[in-house]
C-alpha cells in the first residue's frame, strides 16, 4: 500500500475564523528545525529509539499482540511480561498518536493529562521524554488529546488538545520546541474540558470538544464548545468545510474518542451525555442528534480505532467499565449488531485486561494503540499505567450479532 505525503511548508497565516476563537500567528517551519531527507523516517519504518536500560516488557524480538500465549506472568514492578505492552509506569495517559510502522516495532506518544508529559513509547525500550505541556487537569481538562500532522513524516510537528488556565486550545510543537498555539479560545469550564483531537486521513484535522460544563453550548452556533472542528495545520477552517466554518458537526457534551477509517471515508466519535454514551458517525453539515449506537449503562466510551479487515469492526476503549466495545461495520458504514466485549479479564488467555482504557490510534490499519487510566480512579497494578496496543485479534475481531 502506497501513502502519498503532502508538503507540509505552513503560512504566516491571520486569525480569519467565524466563530470566536484565536489562532497564533508564528514561523512555522517545522519548528525552527532544518530537516535532512536522510534521518526522516517512513511509513514502513518508525523512528528507532534507543533507551537506556530494560524494555517495558518485551525482550527484543518482533511484537505479536494478541498471539494464543500461555499464562502471562504478573508485573514485576514496572517491569510487565504482556507483548501487548510497549509502556510502563506512566500517569493517567489520556491521549497517544501511533507513529505509522508495519508493527514489527510499534511505536506511539503518550500524553499523560495531568502531567502535560509527552513521552515516546517504543516496544522494546524504555519510554522517553517527548515534550512538555503547560496544562491544567482540573475540571476532567489537561492534556487529552495528541495527532500526528497530515504531513508529520516532513514537518515532524504533533498537535494537542490541552487545558490551559484561560481556555481549552489546540498547540502544536515538535521534539525539542516549545508549544505554540494553534486554536485558541475553545470554552473552559468547571467541568466539561476533556476534548480529543485526530487526523482525518484526507489532510487535515479533526478536534472533538467538550461542552465545558454547559450543555447549551453544544447547540450554540457561536460558540466552539460541543463541536467536531475541522482545521489546518495552522487552525484556520479546512478546505472543504461547510460554509467555510470550523464546526462540521454540533451537540457533544463529553467526547471521549474520535477516529477516521484509514481512507477518511469514515469518522467516528463517541461521547457521553447525562442518561447514556454514545457513538456517532460524523458527517459534514449534519448534526450529531441520532446515535449510531448507545449504552444506556454507561461503560464511559473513550478512544476509538475504525479497523481495516475482513469483516469491517469499529473498537471503542471504555474508561469506567475497563474492557473494549467491538462493534461490527458494514461496508456502507452502519454498525450492524451489538458490540462483542473484550479485555474485561472474563477471556481466560491473555491479554485479558488492561483496565481502563482512554486515547486510541492507529498504528497502521490493523494495529491501534491505546493508554491506561487506572491511576485516575481505576485499580492500578505495579506497572500502571501503560501503552498497549490493540488488534483485530485482541479486540475480537467486532463480529457481534443481533
Not at 481549552?168 to 476533556?194: D, E, H, M, S, Y
Not at 466552539?224 to 472542528?229: D, E, F, I, S, T
Not at 484509514?262 to 467516528?268: K, P
Request: with cysteine; glycine share 14%.
Amino acid at each position: 500500500m502506497r501513502t502519498r505525503y503532502r508538503s507540509a511548508l505552513l503560512a504566516i497565516l491571520a486569525c480569519g475564523v467565524l466563530l470566536p476563537a484565536g489562532c497564533a500567528r508564528f514561523d512555522d517551519t517545522a519548528a525552527g528545525q532544518t530537516f535532512s531527507p536522510a534521518p526522516v523516517p517512513s511509513p514502513e519504518s518508525p523512528p528507532e529509539v534507543r533507551g537506556p536500560g530494560e524494555d517495558s516488557g518485551g525482550d527484543g524480538k518482533q511484537v505479536q499482540p494478541g498471539s494464543p500465549a500461555t499464562t502471562v506472568p504478573p508485573p514485576q514492578g514496572c517491569k510487565d511480561f504482556n507483548q501487548s505492552v510497549i509502556a510502563t509506569c506512566l500517569d493517567t495517559v489520556a491521549a497517544v498518536a501511533g507513529l505509522p510502522g508495519d508493527g514489527s516495532t510499534p511505536s506511539a506518544l503518550a500524553g499523560e493529562r495531568k502531567s502535560g508529559r509527552v513521552l515516546l513509547a517504543t516496544a522494546g525500550k524504555d519510554a522517553t521524554e517527548f515534550a512538555k505541556l503547560d496544562v491544567q487537569a482540573a475540571g476532567d481538562g489537561g492534556l487529552t488529546g495528541l495527532a500526528l500532522s497530515p504531513s508529520y513524516v516532513e514537518d515532524q510537528l504533533v498537535f494537542a488538545y490541552v487545558t490551559t488556565a484561560t481556555d481549552n486550545r489546540v498547540v502544536r510543537f515538535a521534539k525539542g520546541q516549545p508549544a505554540k498555539p494553534v486554536l485558541t479560545g475553545i470554552p473552559k469550564g468547571a467541568t466539561g474540558n476533556r476534548g480529543t483531537i485526530s487526523a482525518d486521513n484526507r489532510g487535515a484535522l479533526l478536534v472533538a470538544t467538550g461542552d465545558a460544563g454547559n450543555p447549551d453550548a453544544a447547540a450554540d452556533p457561536n460558540s466552539l464548545a460541543g463541536k467536531v472542528l475541522r482545521i489546518d495545520t495552522s487552525g484556520k477552517a479546512a478546505a472543504g468545510n461547510p460554509n467555510g466554518a470550523l464546526a462540521v458537526a454540533a451537540g457533544l457534551h463529553a467526547p471521549g474518542g474520535l477516529c477516521a477509517s484509514a481512507d477518511g471515508g469514515r469518522v467516528w466519535v463517541t461521547d457521553r451525555l447525562a442518561d447514556k454514551d454514545a457513538l456517532y458517525r460524523v458527517q459534514a453539515g449534519q448534526p450529531l442528534s441520532t446515535p449510531a449506537w448507545t449504552w444506556p449503562d454507561k461503560p464511559g466510551v473513550a478512544g476509538c480505532a475504525d479497523f481495516v479487515d475482513a469483516n469491517g469492526s469499529l473498537s471503542v476503549g471504555t474508561s469506567l467499565a475497563g474492557n473494549l466495545q467491538n462493534l461490527p461495520v458494514t461496508a456502507e458504514g452502519a454498525i450492524s449488531g451489538k458490540p462483542t466485549v473484550s479485555l474485561d479479564g472474563k477471556t481466560g488467555k491473555p491479554p485479558s485486561t488492561f483496565g481502563r482504557l482512554a486515547g486510541m490510534s492507529m498504528i497502521n490499519p490493523q494495529m491501534a494503540v491505546a493508554g491506561t487510566v487506572n491511576k485516575d480512579g481505576g485499580t492500578p497494578i505495579s506497572s500502571d499505567d501503560r501503552v498497549v496496543l490493540i488488534t483485530p485479534a485482541t479486540s475480537g475481531g467486532g463480529n457481534g450479532k443481533d
